[in-house]
């Protein structure tokens, strides 16, 4: 166990020596070897991680040292890392060494984080189980038999076994806030075009978002302040200026309104999970939060819409594994048809293939109208409810997963009733708005709950606060 | 061609734009290069890479936009062409589908009776080149990306043109607009300006569309003209035969001069537009606008008219001299050193271009430098040397642009002027031909020119004609 409570009180305790930061590092690369069956980690920078220690310690002791000195990240093995593997747990990249590295990654190590290794994930962040990797799949910290969530199961299993100090993860519907309601840690999704996509590798490129996953608040927002920013290498990054969040975080002058959208408590929403989030609600009323009912009416088409989007910019996106440059060739590719069909055959996952033709068939001639145009509006529309809804509220509180952590296995070959676990987490990336994870309770058996608060774009800050409130004021009793 | 038909013809053209980067990457888009040396992550197409526009493409098409008369959008998309090949290492092809920069304009050919006609442009849009695949040997594929990402604008037309002349003059004057711009280098055989063709024949008078083919890989304009005359008379042939035309891709051969049909199975292909989600929409804001039209040069119409009215020149002569903005720019060059706006035109069009032609080599590689081609018009403008020693001179200034007062001291051409001197070769050449001195007196005129002709032997040539002609004149009329 470590004895620090957040990246603040570590870089204390190595300033003042109490604390050695290459020990934290050998107990953290010990501690991965320990739980090598959670099957959190891709790969493990052993090496690596110990001489960037050595570096960071020295810029410690001189006071030249970064934001985020010594603070041990684990990265999701879809962003790049340079002369590192990218393999996006497919076996199609398998053998693939980065060129260059993320824009998000390279912030962190220019204020002296630790990068560790990096970590399992549904294939190509298709998934909401991490079952489907050609890694293996993860398991829960908590219960192994269960699953840890999805798709950046790796990333937020290393942080609630502590693993590493914080993890990088991508949410594309929900793969960075559910997985954290699964494992009882933060997670949070900033604002699409917040944090710079350049060097994630992308599943749907008008969705994705690069976020942390933490033990508190604190961290998450520490991250946060660091990878925010435009970017002049993604051009849908935002020029909007980037808070302080570490250092407002504390600062909650006003008590928000807060929206309960109805839609997000009706049938088919786990009742444990339900009185959970009630209870917080309740508190944060007492505690002076104005709490509203609000509706999203165009809520009931999340779910479609967004595999529509997202399965047609994903077959696109895709497209560039074929066999020709990089990754992965089929011995059995005696012409240039059978290299790209015997390549992407052999080798994407199950779930990868689905995803890319049911996107290949919604922009296919004669479909497209009638599914991705109409998508596309129906995204209007959604975005339409929320930009509505933060005219009047500050915040939303809604379920982060209608269910606690499934078992491995329990619905990996249905996957309408997996895709249907994404119902609360989707609509965030549909209008591009921040959302954060809260654990916020554990279940009878002992299983992890969260909660996620929904903020307007650019808005993080509010969230953060808010779930710092609620760490120290609401939970601390508990 | 059979009178009872008319043809429509309408041309895509692409042209490769001379930015010095890359559409959407910092890589350079020099040609020449070993292969795959001008890429970077972001043109190979890694994993996690997106786009940023080159600012510059969106300018130079809009200066094409202004020249054709077209309207700037204020809002465009990108889109994504999606097609697997192995010089596209995204597996798709950046694009504008739905929403293209430039629409609606227009541009006026001439034909050689100087009538004019009209040409509907339909859109000028933006997207990227592709790669080159090498067949090498017969079980492999070599890939160079340098070219990818290379930034390409397209325009397509009405389907306005009704003979191959006029899609001839229509791909000229782009070409001399994109010259005039700056923009590309128009080389046809080198394939920085591409052109693609849909044709149809129909009866003469229907309104009616026919079914269209289109004929791609026509690499000169003289292909362009042999491959529609192939392709119409190998339509009408069919209809003639009642056989239905089938909308298909040709490829023309420019080496059999025929056309084939392309295998079906590189046509088949849905290529599945949507939007590009890496890119922002290009918003063109009337600031921007004014900035790019400040950057208009003048374009070939009005330069030719101005040569017309500023420098006297024929009509004939400024239509060739404003064919290519080069020749232009040369021989505005040389006028900035003699006021022989005439003479210098002749020289242009004359002995200059003849020389580019035998030499295959471009004006701006021409070695004789637009001061000493000043220079020699008017050693002849002031009687130094003749126009006909000149024409001797001009060989000896290719080698290394020499200059031709040295040509003309170290050949010693200078012309003689000295009236005496020339006085004391006539009196001796009359001296000596004393049969035709009486032959003349006799009223044979063309007597006349044999003794010019002796003179102008005697002298090398370098006798002053003019004063040879006065002096000889007034000594033979003084014997009558
Ligand atoms: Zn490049």
Known sequence: MVNYKNHSEKLQKLKSGELSLEDNVKFFLSEIDKNKKLNAFNFVFSDFALEQAKTVQGKIKNNTNGKLAGMVVAIKDVLSLKDKPTACSSKILKDYIAVYTSTAVQKLIDEDAIIIGKTNCDEFAMGSSNENSAFGAVLNPVDNQRVPGGSSGGSAVAVAAGLCDVSLGTDTGGSIRQPASFCGVYGL?????????????????????????????????????????????????????????????????????????????????NEEIKKAIEDVVAKLKSSGFEIVDINLPHNEYTIATYYILTTAEASSNLARYDGARYGFRSNDAATLLDMYNNSRSEGFGKEVKRRIMLGTYVLSAGYYDAYYKKAQKARRLIKNDFDLAFKNVDLIIAPASPTLPFKIGEKSEDPLEMYLGDIYTTSANLAGIPGISVPVANSEEGLPIGMQILANQFDELKLLKTSYFIQNEILKNN | MNSKYEVV????????????????????????????????????????????????????????????????????????????????????????????????????????????????????HIEEDAGKSIHDQAYETLVDVNRCGVPLMEIVSEPDMRSPEEAVLYLTKIKQFVQYLGICDGNMEEGSLRCDANISIRLKGETKLGT?????????????????????????????????????????????????????????????????????????????????????????????ERFIT??????????????????????????????????????????????????????????????????????????????????EVFPDMLEGNKDPEIVIKEKNLVQISDTSAIEKIIDEILKANEKEVNEYLEGKEKVFGFFVGKTMRETKGKANPKIVNDILRSKLDGLK
């Open chain 2, 310 to 391: 500023e420098f006297s020149l024929p009509k004939y002569d400024a239509d060739i001299l404003t064919q290519s903005k080069p020749v232009a720019d040369y021989f505005e060059e040389v006028i900035k050193y003699t006021k022989e706006y005439k003479t210098a035109s002749n020289w242009v069009m004359g002995d200059v271009l003849k020389t580019l032609n035998e030499l295959k080599i471009d004006i701006t590689e021409f070695s004789i430098s637009a001061e000493n081609l000043g220079k020699l018009i008017n050693l002849i403008g002031n009687g130094t040397i003749s126009g006909k020693i000149a024409k």
């Open chain 2, 212 to 304: 269209k083919t289109e004929i791609k890989n026509m690499n000169s304009f003289k292909n362009v003209e042999k491959a529609l005359q192939y392709e119409i008379e190998r339509q009408i042939d069919l209809i003639e035969d009642g056989v239905k035309i089938v909308q298909e891709t040709l490829l023309w051969d420019a080496d059999l001069n025929m056309s084939a049909p392309m295998r079906s199975k590189e046509e088949a292909h849905d290529y599945r537009y949507f939007p590009e989600p890496d890119l922002m929409p290009v918003i063109v804001s009337e600031s921007w606008k004014a900035e790019a039209k400040k950057k208009m040069p003048e374009l070939p119409d009005l330069r030719r």
């Open chain 1, 189 to 269: 999704k900033p604002t699409y075009s917040r944090v710079s996509r350049y060097g994630l590798t992308a599943f749907a490129s008008s969705f994705d978002s690069i976020g942390p996953f933490s033990h508190s608040v604190e961290d998450a927002a520490k991250v946060l302040e660091v990878i925010s920013g435009k970017d002049e290498k993604d051009s849908t990054s935002l020029n909007v200026e980037v808070p302080n969040y570490s250092a407002e975080l504390t600062n909650i002058d006003k008590k928000y309104k807060i929206g309960i959208p109805k839609e997000y408590f009706g049938e088919g929403l």
């Open chain 2, 9 to 124: 013809i309408g041309l895509e053209v692409h042209a490769q734009l001379l930015t010095e980067t890359k559409a959407f990457c910092g890589c350079s888009t020099k040609f020449g290069n070993p292969p795959n040396s001008n890429v970077c992550p972001v043109c190979l197409g890694q994993p996690g890479v997106l786009p940023v526009l080159n600012k510059k493409v969106i300018e130079y098409t809009m200066l094409m936009g202004f020249a054709t008369n077209c309207k700037i959008k204020e809002r465009s998309v990108f889109a994504r062409k999606n097609y697997f090949y192995p010089d596209m290492p995204k597996g798709y092809q950046i694009t504008q589908y739905e929403e293209p920069i430039c629409e609606h304009g227009y541009i006026d050919i001439e034909f050689k009776d100087g009538s004019k006609k009209r040409l509907g442009i339909t859109r000028i």
